[in-house]
T-cell receptor, first 111, second 115 residues
Framework: SQQGEEDPQALSIQEGENATMNCSYK?????LQWYRQNSGRGLVHLIL?????REKHSGRLRVTLDTSKKSSSLLITASRAADTASYFC???????????FGAGTTVTVRA | DTAVSQTPKYLVTQMGNDKSIKCEQN?????MYWYKQDSKKFLKIMFS???????INETVPNRFSPKSPDKAHLNLHINSLELGDSAVYFC??????????????FGPGTRLTVT
């Protein structure tokens, strides 16, 4: 069954603005990962945050994890047209070590 | 250098046919996966192999049969194709044996259309 749910489903922003998307999940996790998928391509791993971490940065990406609320957020700062893609959160469930993906947030960055 | 490759990229076939999708990774990873992505972009794991051994087998019809001749290859064979099998199939690999502890590397996908 689907573990993670992203919110919003779609997001349209102007170049230079920040984009924030959220992910909620249901069961205990080992880690949470964010992936990007450009149209017609495979998924690319962006960042992994473990269950004992609260925040992680990678370049223009900032991920937070709140295990008490079973939620995570991905912030992309100073967005660029090339950030236009779908973003997926994936949770590694603690009970069976299966990576479960949400349905994604489609981000459009307008030039 | 291509890390995870899949062939073919597109596959159009008729109901009832049998088809195979091939996957190869040159990353030296121990674990490989097959995922199905439906029209709503929902990605669901189908199978996972670690060092040629099946470790995850989700509830998929037994018309789907994975085969791992060695740890660098994981092929997917589908018998008696149905309309509902139309989707994009992704192969992926990861470094660890405890599937998912590390990030996964995805292939470019195979778009299967069953008519």
């Amino acid at each position: 069954s689907q573990q993670g749910e992203e919110d919003p489903q779609a997001l349209s922003i102007q170049e230079g603005e920040n984009a924030t998307m959220n992910c909620s999940y249901k069961t205990s996790i080992n880690n949470l990962q964010w992936y990007r998928q450009n149209s017609g391509r495979g998924l690319v791993h962006l960042i992994l945050i473990r269950s004992n971490e609260r925040e992680k940065h990678s370049g223009r990406l900032r991920v937070t994890l709140d295990t008490s609320k079973k939620s995570s957020s991905l912030l992309i700062t100073a967005s660029r047209a090339a950030d236009t893609a779908s973003y997926f959160c994936a949770t590694l469930r603690a009970d069976d070590y299966k990576l479960s993906f949400g349905a994604g947030t489609t981000v459009t960055v307008r030039a | 250098d291509t890390a995870v490759s899949q062939t073919p990229k597109y596959l159009v076939t008729q109901m009832g046919n049998d088809k195979s999708i091939k996957c190869e990774q040159n990353l030296g990873h121990d674990t490989m996966y097959w995922y199905k992505q439906d029209s709503k972009k929902f990605l669901k794991i189908m199978f996972s192999y670690n060092n040629k051994e099946l470790i995850i087998n989700e509830t998929v019809p037994n018309r789907f049969s994975p085969k791992s001749p060695d740890k660098a290859h994981l092929n997917l064979h589908i018998n008696s194709l149905e309309l509902g099998d139309s989707a994009v199939y992704f192969c992926a690999s990861s470094q660890d044996s405890l599937a998912g502890t590390y990030e996964q590397y995805f292939g470019p996908g195979t778009r299967l259309t069953v008519t």
